[in-house]
Structure formats: structure tokens, C-alpha cells
């Protein structure tokens, strides 16, 4: 589970990060970026996204999120790709090909989104 001060919960940043338009997509999500900071002091808020599209069972799209989560947390505990930190908040979206994907199969295509983004 991330901590309470990287989560993103006002539903206003979460339609000004969406209207920025900065995606990066694969097969098994789509990551959105949104203002860069000005002030550094700032946190960089992040979200996750899994919807009722995806799956109608909330079991499976609480296991996609519960692994974007894991593999996101892994990322700022090792303090890789400090270029996220740049953004004022961040939303994971998963694509219904994410459904059968495994934790690695995630971790893989958020590392390589997030590369891509450099």
C-alpha cells in the first residue's frame, strides 16, 4: 500500500491531470502525467485506475490495482526514475489486457512507461 502522501484523491486534480493530455501507453495501461512542479517542496500525488469496463468483478480490478500499487511503491522505495517526481500527480489507468497479466508483466510495462517518459 503507498502512503497516505503519495495518493491522489481530489476528484478537480484528478480532471486537470486528464485534460493535460501527457500520456504514455502500452498494451496493459496507460500512465498520465499532470503539471510539472514548480516548487520542489511539493509531493507528487498518485493515482490508480481500474474500470468497471475492465472487469465487472471488483476481486480482479482490486488485484490490478493492488499490483500497480506494489509495483509503484517498489519504484519510490528504490528511488528509481526520479523524473516522476517532477509531475504534480501521476494516474495509472489499466487496459483490459492487464487482467491476465501477472506482477511481473506489470512491473515490466510501468518501468518501461516511465522510461519512456525521460
Given amino acids: 500500500m503507498l502512503q497516505k ?8 486534480a ?5 485534460k493535460l493530455n501527457h500520456i504514455v501507453a502500452d498494451n496493459n495501461m496507460c500512465i498520465y502525467f499532470g503539471k510539472e512542479k514548480t516548487n520542489p517542496d511539493l509531493q507528487t500525488k498518485i493515482a490508480f485506475v481500474v474500470s468497471k ?6 476481486v480482479v480490478r482490486n488485484r490490478i490495482k493492488r499490483l500497480m ?3 509503484f511503491r517498489l519504484i519510490i522505495k528504490n528511488s528509481e526514475f526520479e523524473n516522476i517526481y517532477k509531475y504534480l ?7 483490459s489486457d492487464s487482467v491476465n497479466a501477472d506482477f511481473h ?11 519512456k517518459n525521460q
Avoid: M, Q
Fill in 5 to 12: 502522501k503519495y495518493r491522489l484523491k481530489k476528484y478537480s
Fill in 53 to 58: 469496463k475492465i472487469h465487472k468483478r471488483a
Fill in 105 to 115: 508483466s506489470i512491473d515490466t510495462s510501468i518501468r518501461n512507461l516511465l522510461a
Fill in 89 to 95: 500527480s501521476v494516474i495509472c489507468v489499466a487496459k
Fill in 69 to 71: 500499487r506494489e509495483s
Fill in 14 to 18: 484528478f480532471i486537470a491531470t486528464y
